[in-house]
Every structure is written in structure tokens, then in C-alpha cells.
T-cell receptor, first 114, second 114 residues
Framework: DVKVTQSSRYLVKRTGEKVFLECVQD?????MFWYRQDPGLGLRLIYF???????EKGDIPEGYSVSREKKERFSLILESASTNQTSMYLC?????????????FGPGTRLTVT | DQQVKQNSPSLSVQEGRISILNCDYT??????FLWYKKYPAEGPTFLIS?????DKNEDGRFTVFLNKSAKHLSLHIVPSQPGDSAVYFC?????????????FGTGTRLTIIP
């Protein structure tokens, strides 16, 4: 059974703080993803990684960075949190980045920046 | 530029009836399409997919139809059950292009009325 876990379900941070969101998968998947979900905007890809230490920008990378030092762990970093980064953050993993392999999602982290 | 669109943000259907969720796309290079289902406070889970070489794929109560000429796909759920109440996202990919990512739609909230 594929499991993707995220370090926090709920997080409240202040504007300007550095924020780390952690994601761990146990299925030895090459690919990992960070999305944010906002009402009316669906799921938007922030960054993805197709191998250790490799990363590619998604559709909305501004204000974010990522780190993948180990295959099972993919971290999303908000260098200086802003109120417009208040959102639901979803991590996923998959055998491949494309549609021919389904993505498995974690439960999400609801981040509020005040 | 929203390449995958779900024009109905919400849909209410009587239990036992058919639910039809629609999705339109603009990128003719997309060749693999998926539907995901999301309950509140949980990550999305994969529901059903279809390759562009097919026009229909069925899995139990769920059927996905693809009309390539219209760049339109739909998800049929029959009969609808209360547990089907969730947000449904369609997604598309150019799966034959290495690390091509999924592009998600904005989602449709389905409510099944008992």
C-alpha cells in the first residue's frame, strides 16, 4: 500500500518566516511533486523532482524552493512566507511524471500565513 | 492559461441517478487523461484514466468518455451513491514525452442528494 506522508496537517506561520514542508513516500518512486490547491484554481504544480537532487519548476515556482537529498523525501521551502501563500499544499509521488502512472497524494498541509 | 477546464464548479445529483462531470482541454498534444477524487482533509485519489487511443474506459460504476475532436472528456457515475460526494479533478498529460507533468483542472464539487 503506497503511503505518502506530510509532516504537518495544519501550520500557522507569520509573514517573513522561513517555512519547511516535508514529504516522505515509501514506494521507491522516482518522481515527487508539490502542488497547491486553491478554490477556483484547482491543483497547480509548484515544483517536481524526477530523481535525487534533480528538480524542475512547475507552473507557479515563484517564492518557493525545493530540496531532494534522498529518494524518499521531498521538501518544499517558503523562503519568506507571504499571506498569498496561504493555501493547501499537497505532495505526491509517482513512478513517472506523466499520466501513464498515477500519482499518489499525501493528506495535505493547510498553511496559514498571518 | 488554463489548458484543462472544468466549467461547472459544482453539481448536485439525486442518489441513484447518473452523474456526468465534464472536462475540456485546449492542448492537442495531451494524450493521457485521468480523473481524481478528493474528499475534504484528504489528498486526491486516482479514479480512472483513458489513453487517447481509446474513446471509452469503464471501471465498475465509473466510465470515462473521450472525444478527441471536441477536446472533451466526461466522467459518468451510475448509479450515484452518497459516498461519491467529493471534488473531482480531471488531469491531462503528454505521457509520451519523458518527464511531462500532469495538468489539472479546477475541479467540480459533486453532491449526491439522498
Amino acid at each position: 500500500d503506497v503511503k505518502v506522508t506530510q509532516s504537518s496537517r495544519y501550520l500557522v506561520k507569520r509573514t517573513g518566516e522561513k517555512v519547511f514542508l516535508e514529504c516522505v513516500q515509501d514506494m521507491d518512486h522516482e518522481n515527487m511533486f508539490w502542488y497547491r490547491q486553491d478554490p477556483g484554481l484547482g491543483l497547480r504544480l509548484i515544483y517536481f523532482s524526477y530523481d535525487v537532487k534533480m528538480k524542475e519548476k512547475g507552473d507557479i515556482p515563484e517564492g518557493y524552493s525545493v530540496s531532494r537529498e534522498k529518494k524518499e523525501r521531498f521538501s518544499l521551502i517558503l523562503e519568506s512566507a507571504s499571506t498569498n501563500q496561504t493555501s493547501m499544499y499537497l505532495c505526491a509521488s509517482a513512478l513517472s511524471a506523466g499520466g501513464n502512472h498515477e500519482q499518489y497524494f499525501g493528506p495535505g498541509t493547510r498553511l496559514t500565513v498571518t | 492559461d488554463q489548458q484543462v477546464k472544468q466549467n461547472s464548479p459544482s453539481l448536485s445529483v439525486q442518489e441513484g441517478r447518473i452523474s456526468i462531470l465534464n472536462c475540456d482541454y485546449t492542448n492537442s498534444m495531451f494524450d493521457y487523461f485521468l480523473w481524481y477524487k478528493k474528499y475534504p482533509a484528504e489528498g486526491p485519489t486516482f479514479l480512472i484514466s483513458i489513453s487517447s487511443i481509446k474513446d471509452k474506459n469503464e471501471d465498475g460504476r465509473f466510465t470515462v468518455f473521450l472525444n478527441k475532436s471536441a477536446k472533451h472528456l466526461s466522467l459518468h457515475i451510475v448509479p450515484s451513491q452518497p459516498g461519491d460526494s467529493a471534488v473531482y479533478f480531471c488531469a491531462a498529460s503528454r505521457s509520451n514525452f519523458g518527464n511531462e507533468k500532469l495538468t489539472f483542472g479546477t475541479g467540480t464539487r459533486l453532491t449526491i442528494i439522498p
